[in-house]
C-alpha cells in the first residue's frame, strides 16, 4: 500500500485537536503524560514486565515535539544481550528479537488503527499502520499492517548508541506528525503505549516483555490498555 492512499484512508481517525483543561478520567488505571514542546521533555519510565507485573529492566521514553514531528529518545538500561539478527533489514521482523517500540494514537477513543514503530540494537527499524479493528487482536479477527516503506524519505529518522560496558542502548528517533493529520499539535490528545522486549541466543524465540502500561496477557495489541498522552 502506498503512504499517500494510507494517509488518505485515515483522515477519519485522526481527531480535532483540542486545548487540555482536565485531567483524564476514563481509563483512570492507565497512566498518562503531558508532553511540552521541545526542547523541554517528559519521560515515560517502566520496570515492570507482561503480563506478571514483576520486576523487568528499567526503561524509560523522552517526548517532545516540534511544529512537524515528535522526538521520542528511548532507553534501554540492564541490557545483557544487544541481541538481533544482522540479516534483518527496514520492516523486518526485528520484533522476534530485541526491541524498543512506540505504539501512536492520535485521538482520545480505544483505537482500531494506530502507528507500530520498533527500534532494535542496530538501529534497524519497523514503522507499520496497524490494523487491529477487534482491539485485542482476536483470533479470527482482521489483523494487518500497512508499511512505510521508504521512512528516511517521509521524514522518520533514527540514531542508536550501545555501551556494552554499561549495559544501556539508547535511540533517537523522529516520527512526522504529517503521518496523523496534525497541523497544530498543541493541545492535541493522543493514545500511546512504549514496550521493549529482551532475548538472548539462550533463550530465543521466548522472550521477557516489559510495557509503560503493560496489559494482563502477553499481546502488546490491546489497545484500551494505551496511556493517555497530552501535548501542551
Known amino acids: 500500500m502506498h503512504l499517500s492512499t494510507l494517509l488518505t484512508g485515515l483522515t477519519a481517525i485522526a481527531s ?5 483543561t482536565a485531567s483524564p478520567s476514563n481509563h483512570e488505571h492507565n497512566p498518562y ?5 521541545c526542547p523541554r521533555k517528559t519521560t515515560a519510565t517502566y520496570t515492570k514486565s507482561v503480563p506478571d507485573k514483576t520486576p523487568f529492566p528499567k526503561t524509560s521514553v ?3 515535539y516540534d511544529k512537524t514531528s515528535l522526538h521520542l529518545t528511548f532507553k534501554a538500561y540492564d541490557e545483557k544481550y544487544f541481541y538481533f539478527d544482522p540479516e534483518q533489514g ?3 521482523d526485528i520484533w522476534e528479537y530485541e526491541v524498543m517500540e512506540a505504539f501512536l ?13 520498533e527500534i532494535n540494537p542496530n538501529n534497524v527499524t519497523y514503522q507499520a499502520f ?4 477487534s482491539k485485542v487482536r482476536a483470533k479470527n479477527a482482521p489483523f494487518d499492517h500497512a ?3 521508504t521512512p528516511a524519505a517521509d521524514g522518520f529518522s533514527a540514531s542508536t548508541t550501545l555501551n556494552k560496558e ?3 542502548w539508547f535511540s533517537d528517533v523522529v516520527i512526522p506528525l504529517a503521518l496523523f493529520n496534525v497541523d497544530k499539535p498543541l493541545g492535541s490528545r493522543w493514545r500511546m503505549n512504549f514496550l521493549r522486549t529482551i532475548t538472548s541466543p539462550e533463550m530465543y524465540p521466548d522472550q521477557e516483555l516489559g510495557a509503560w502500561s503493560p496489559p494482563d496477557e502477553a499481546n502488546f495489541h490491546i489497545t484500551s490498555k494505551f496511556g493517555r498522552v497530552f501535548f501542551v
Open 16 to 20: 480535532i485537536s483540542v486545548p487540555v
Open 33 to 37: 503524560l503531558f508532553v511540552p514542546s
Open 62 to 64: 523522552d517526548l517532545c
Open 90 to 92: 527496514t520492516n523486518g
Open 105 to 117: 494514537y492520535h485521538g482520545d477513543n480505544d483505537p482500531a488503527t494506530y502507528l507500530e514503530f
Open 130 to 133: 496497524v490494523y487491529n479493528p
Open 147 to 149: 508499511f512505510i516503506s
Open 166 to 168: 554499561k549495559g544501556t
